[in-house]
């Protein structure tokens, strides 16, 4: 099947940089919309950014500005180039993958990485 893999969580200073990376394998037919969510305990889940197949991108306002989001889609992977970053950033970070799969069903589904953890101090 389909699986997403991600790298790049660590401890890091306020002010510092960290780059997240995902890369989806399996049997891909494409990959469509691309993004990073984050989870802190006790809350939601939530956006922080996301790129479409052709590379147009949308950020979550707390992180405009000192996040970028890209893709290589030649290796089906997204990445997450983090700068300047805050306390309130620590969280863990999950990709997510809007993927149709090789077949003939073609099926279309979202999936998620495995979770990594960036933890700023402060």
């Known amino acids: 099947q389909v699986q997403l893999v991600e790298s790049g969580g660590g401890l890091v200073q306020a002010g510092g940089s960290l780059t997240l990376s995902c890369a989806a394998s399996?049997?891909?037919?494409?990959?469509?919309?691309m993004g990073w969510y984050r989870q802190v305990p006790g809350k939601e889940r939530e956006l922080v950014a996301g790129i479409r197949r052709g590379g147009s991108a949308n950020y979550a306002d707390f992180v405009k500005g000192r996040f970028t989001i890209s893709r290589d889609n030649t290796q089906n992977t997204v990445y997450l180039q983090m700068n300047s970053l805050k306390p309130e950033d620590t969280a863990v970070y999950y990709c997510?993958?809007?993927?149709?799969?090789?077949?003939?069903?073609?099926?279309?589904?979202?999936?998620w990485g495995q979770g990594t953890q960036v933890t700023v101090s402060s």
């Open positions: 997510n993958a809007r993927i149709v799969t090789t077949g003939f069903l073609r099926y279309e589904r979202d999936y």
């Open positions: 399996g049997t891909i037919f494409s990959v469509e919309d």
